[in-house]
């Protein structure tokens, strides 16, 4: 079945840094999508990507939607200690389609 | 707060037994989706309802079954249960007309 490769799968990092994590997936996805999951919730939508290489951003998360359809990546700037969670990439064929979803990325924060 | 609910919030059951774990959608939404979440993993599509009927399953067997009612609550039942059944299993809620998807908060499943 259909399989999306996050990475990595978790990153310790000191506070104010920034962060990257992507996604890589063997078949086209039409839709992305990036979600955080904190400890006894579900996860929430941080972004949403629709188009081929569209770059998104949302506060100090940014996203994009590979070219090839394929791939994404999210990038966090200057960290706080409330991003710690684990971080999932997503992806869709189609908008009633299920949802595909990595293993996930865990954000540690140094103090 | 997602307005997405979820009950119980946690279940211990032993093998063989039969759950049901319930789903209150966000008000107006018309769609419902359940995932399994095993630990460490990320969630796994089991189905989806829309005004009732179900109109995508994921890869899970026939012992997982589902509802949705006139008012878009949602329930899961499963059947015969099995250890690797232990998750977190999570109902996310949409509009017909929207792709965004808000989840609950889950119903977290020990299978003894």
């Known amino acids: 079945g259909q399989q999306l490769n996050q990475s990595p799968q978790s990153m310790f990092i000191q506070e104010g840094e920034d962060v990257s994590m992507n996604c890589t997936s063997s078949?086209?996805?039409?839709?992305w999508l990036w979600y955080k999951q904190d400890p006894g919730e579900g996860p929430v939508l941080l972004i949403a990507?629709?188009?081929?290489?569209e770059l998104t951003s949302n506060g100090r998360l940014t996203a994009q939607f590979g070219i090839t359809r394929k791939d994404s990546f999210l990038n966090i700037s200057a960290s706080i200690p409330s991003d710690v969670g684990i971080y999932f990439c997503?992806?869709?064929?189609?908008?009633?389609?299920?949802?595909?979803f990595g293993k996930g990325t865990r954000l540690h924060i140094l103090p | 707060e997602t307005g997405v609910t979820q009950s119980p919030t946690h279940l211990i059951k032993t093998r063989g037994q039969q759950v049901t774990l319930r789903c209150s959608s966000q008000?107006?939404?018309?769609?419902v989706s359940w995932y399994q979440q095993a630990l460490g993993q990320g969630p796994q599509f089991i189905f989806q309802?829309?005004?009732?009927?179900?109109?995508g399953r994921g890869n899970f067997p026939p012992r997982f079954s589902g509802l949705q009612f006139p008012n878009y609550s949602s329930e899961l039942n499963v059947n015969a249960l099995e250890l690797d059944d232990s998750a977190l299993y999570l109902c996310?809620?949409?509009?017909?007309?929207?792709?965004?998807?808000?989840f609950g908060p889950g119903t977290r499943l020990l299978v003894l």
């Open positions: 996310a809620s949409r509009s017909g007309g929207s792709e965004t998807q808000y």
């Open positions: 078949s086209i996805f039409n839709t």
């Open positions: 990507l629709y188009k081929a290489g």
């Open positions: 997503a992806g869709q064929r189609n908008r009633d389609d299920k949802i595909i």
């Open positions: 008000s107006g939404h018309n769609t």
């Open positions: 309802y829309y005004r009732e009927e179900e109109n």
